[in-house]
């Protein structure tokens, strides 16, 4: 579980909420409006004030690096150390196959970094912060940049991990996304976040998740093979 509890910074109101196992709450706002500012406090990537913690554990009583490894972030613009995509995954074996089953071929972990497309670089970074088997995920526009078939099997492998107890908080700026992956909607106007509630996700589990990510990945695989 993901606990929140009076987080706020500049440009950012305090808010409170909490994210459950297997859950996984969106993130709907205009641009500019504090969404990417929520997901780095969360994250622990800039100055804060309040507390957030995960499986009861507070951010305070963690190092950085710490925290980051149980509270994955996946930023809009991912970035790189190493201008070999390989050097960034130190289980390849298991990197190849996640990122395969996002439709990214093995042999674009023997290129260079700015030889990868940009959706190849995004769900790459989704596949390192994966690696690490955080508590959490935080998402910031993870399929913005990805056609309909990758966008599918992103949604389709988060969902298999809500599954498995993941919890997420993901920023999108597609209603449809939302209402397939999200079980709540936080709405950011100029910094202030409330909780958006939809009648139509009051019932939404994981399972449900699951199903209806799955479906849409097939549909994609069907239309690519004709």
């Not at 919890?167 to 106007?189: F, N, P, Y």
């Not at 958006?196 to 019932?203: F, G, I, P, T, Y």
């Not at 199903?211 to 695989?221: F, H, L, R, S, T």
Request: glycine share 8%.
């Amino acid at each position: 579980m993901l606990r929140v509890r009076d987080l706020a910074r500049n440009g950012l109101q305090p808010c409170s909420f909490a994210v459950g196992k297997g859950e996984c709450v969106a993130v709907r706002g205009a641009s500019g409006a504090g969404k990417t500012l929520l997901m780095r406090a969360l994250a622990d990537l800039d100055p804060s004030q309040g507390e957030v913690y995960v499986d009861g554990v507070a951010r305070s009583f963690m190092t950085g690096p710490e925290w980051r490894r149980k509270v994955g972030y996946v930023p809009a613009e991912p970035g790189w150390w190493s201008e070999r995509i390989a050097d960034h995954f130190p289980d390849p074996d298991k990197a190849v196959r996640l990122a395969q089953s996002l439709g990214v071929a093995a042999e674009v972990f023997g290129r260079l970094v700015s030889e990868a497309s940009t959706g190849e670089r995004l769900r790459l970074a989704l596949v390192r912060a994966l690696l690490t088997d955080p508590a959490a995920l935080l998402l910031d526009e993870p399929t913005a940049a990805l056609d309909q078939a990758s966008t599918a099997r992103v949604e389709a492998l988060i969902a298999e991990r809500l599954g498995n107890g993941l919890c997420v908080v993901w920023t999108t700026h597609d209603t449809g996304q939302a209402e397939r992956m999200a079980s709540r909607i936080l709405t950011v106007e100029a910094g202030v976040i409330s909780v958006e509630r939809d009648d139509s996700l009051v019932n939404h589990t994981a399972q449900a998740t699951i199903e209806v990510a799955a479906k849409q990945a097939e549909a994609c695989d069907r239309r690519e093979r004709i």
